[in-house]
C-alpha cells in the first residue's frame, strides 16, 4: 500500500484579488469562484482514497477542506502551523509596492541562502521551514 500526503492550495479569496499579504490578520472566505475551485477540487479527488483532511485555521482553507471533507465524509483537523508564512507588519501595512517590493526582497534573501532574513515583525527561513514540517509531522503522526 503506498501511503500519499496531498498538499492542497485554498480556492480563490478576496486577498489573491486584491493582493493583500496575509497570515493571521486578514482572513477571508472564499470567493465564489474559489467555491467553485474547492468543488472542482474535490471532484477531482472523489476516486482517491483519502483517510484524514487537515487544514490551517484560515477561513479560506478550512472552506476549501470542506469540500472535499464533505464528499469523502471526513472530518477536518485543524492545524496552526498550517498558516500562511508570517509576513509580520507587512499584513498590517496599506497595500503598496513598497510593502511588495519588502516581501520579495525577503524572498529573494532566501533564495540566496540567506535563511535569516525575517519578514519585519514575522518569521526568518528556518522558523517557517520548522513550522511546516512541525505542521506535518502532526498530520502524519501515529497514520500508516
Known sequence: MNNILYLIRHGENPANITKELSHKIIDYSLTPKGIEQAR??????????????YSSPLKRAYETASFIAAAKNLNIGIIEGLREMNVGDLEKDPLSKKSWDSYFDVLRKWMDGNHEERFPGGENYKEAKERMLNSLKTAISNKN
Open 40 to 53: 472542482q477540487t474535490a471532484d477531482f479527488f472523489k476516486n482517491t482514497e483519502i483517510n484524514y483532511i
